[in-house]
């Protein structure tokens, strides 16, 4: 592991807040945005009542759960004509990445998606941006990327420059309190997928790992109390906190295997994303685990867990009797288990798991993941 800490980097300043609507004021007022662009889902828009905050006519709410190619083109669509002197985002990981795309084309003036995908130059200009995630999960709030999904291809992709770090995140669990205990769950196993994917990963140092590990022990330490309590402000906070450490983690790592297996997974089965990046999680720690002792351990402790069968068994609980979570249950064929190893290796992710997998152990790990956990 490099333990340099000088090798860790990120730009975003992190807010926790309980009262997100003054931060966000404040917030514009110090960056001098007058004339925002507000990326939201129609149900956040609705539900935050932000037609009384800013003016109709500069908030795009027309965003699917996975940001497709053709949603991109809508938002750019949007902008054209408009005085755009910030960029606001509030909602998920889905309306977040969207986001960035209109954070690139607004910096680019670029209107074509290949084109904003494929640049990978600095910026000549640049544009503030708030982000403010309504679920604790994607920890968009604090990364370079954005996430773009091609249906007609299956097939993910990936926008991402420094230039996309948003500038100011705000943190606050109130905006979540909505979310059903379904996509609470999908969502906390998702911020859980980006803490493991932070250690055993190649790309690792000692502040990811401090971050990641942190993470995960506040997700362990209280997800059980959060199942029987979804209105608990507290609980939710600490979720959130556990999401954006997270963030901060594979922020300068990128994930891993888990992740790499996800995207094919979601694109010929629209298995959430959250669901699709952790299903492997068990089968990963018993590859990883190894590699990652010292990691585990700690995580171990800090929970208050006595061993790795603990580790297991209490990852295994979070989406039990809420979530469909294997593949058969999410219409997946056996014979279709070849067909997904070969579309598993994500170029940029895969290579970056501590332990090298070739086709055979990734055919492995499908297989166990095919039925439910014994």
């Not at 910096?107 to 503030?128: A, G, Q, R, V, W």
């Not at 969502?187 to 790309?203: Q, R």
Request: hydrophobic fraction near 40%; aromatic fraction near 8%.
């Amino acid at each position: 592991m490099n333990n340099s800490l000088t090798q860790y980097f990120n730009p975003v300043k992190v807010v926790q807040t309980n009262s997100w609507l003054i931060e966000l004021n404040d917030q514009q007022e110090k960056l001098a945005i007058n004339s925002p662009l507000v990326i939201t889902s129609a149900g956040n828009r609705k539900r935050l009542n932000l037609d009384s905050i800013f003016s109709s006519s500069s908030i795009f709410d027309n965003c699917n759960v996975n940001p497709t190619f053709d949603d991109c083109e809508r938002a750019i669509q949007f902008c054209q004509d408009k005085t755009i002197d910030g960029i606001v985002a509030i909602g998920g990981g889905s309306v977040m990445d969207l986001a960035k795309v209109v954070i690139a084309n607004v910096c680019l003036e670029l209107n074509d998606i290949n084109n904003l995908i494929s640049f990978d130059s600095e910026y000549p200009k640049t544009i503030p941006s708030i982000f403010l995630p309504t679920t604790h999960g994607t920890a968009s709030e604090v990364t370079m990327w954005g996430t773009i999904w091609d249906m007609d291809e299956k097939k993910k992709y990936s926008i991402s420059n420094p230039s996309l770090y948003p500038t100011i995140a705000i943190l606050d669990g109130s905006v979540t309190l909505s979310l059903s205990l379904e996509n609470s769950i999908i969502t906390v196993l998702d911020a859980l997928s980006h803490g493991f994917e932070s250690i055993w990963n190649k790309n690792k140092n000692s502040t990811t790992v401090n971050f990641a590990i942190d993470s995960i022990v506040i997700i362990l330490k209280n997800i059980d109390s959060f199942k029987s309590n979804t209105n608990n402000l507290e609980l939710r906070n600490k979720l959130l906190i556990a999401a954006n450490k997270a963030g901060l983690a594979f922020s300068n790592t990128k994930t891993a295997a888990a992740h790499s297996i996800s995207y094919p997974l979601t694109s010929y089965y629209d298995i959430p994303h959250g669901i699709a990046s952790s299903l492997s999680l068990i089968p990963l720690m018993e590859i990883n685990g190894p590699s990652v002792e010292f990691e585990f351990n700690k995580i171990i402790e800090d929970s208050g867990l006595k061993s790795i069968d603990d580790l297991k068994s209490l990852v295994k609980t979070i989406p039990q009797s809420i979530l469909k979570y294997s593949l058969h249950d999410w219409g997946m064929r056996k014979n279709d288990i070849d067909f997904i190893v070969e579309k598993s290796f994500t170029k940029g992710r895969m290579e970056n798991n501590i332990v090298n997998l070739n086709e055979s152990n990734v055919k492995e790990i499908l297989e166990k993941i095919f039925f439910l956990y014994d």
